[in-house]
């Protein structure tokens, strides 16, 4: 385990803080989860009958997914230029 001293001294190190723990992977797949639920729930109420409940359902998950996949690819992005440094 480095100390935080190295750290310190060479900041092209990710620390901990910038690593992707088990809660960030369970985060991602609920949004991936989301999208596709969201959809699908879309889908069969537009093709069915119109049901404004399940519009706003589905359009609701569609779009938290949505936002919430926003700041992962924002974050793999921001990774990606740390490391280039």
Do not use: C
Not at 3 to 26: A, C, F, M
Not at 65 to 73: M, P, Q, T
């Amino acid at each position: 385990m480095e100390s935080w001293k190295v750290r310190r001294k060479n900041p092209q190190i990710l620390t901990p803080e910038h690593e992707i723990s088990g809660r960030d992977y369970y985060q991602v797949i609920t949004s991936v989860l989301m999208v596709i639920l969201g959809g699908i729930i879309l889908f069969r109420s537009v093709s069915h009958s119109a049901v404004i409940m399940l519009l706003l359902v589905g359009g609701g998950l569609l779009a938290l997914g949505v936002y919430r996949l926003n700041f992962v690819v924002k974050y793999f992005k921001e990774r990606k230029k740390w490391n280039h440094r």
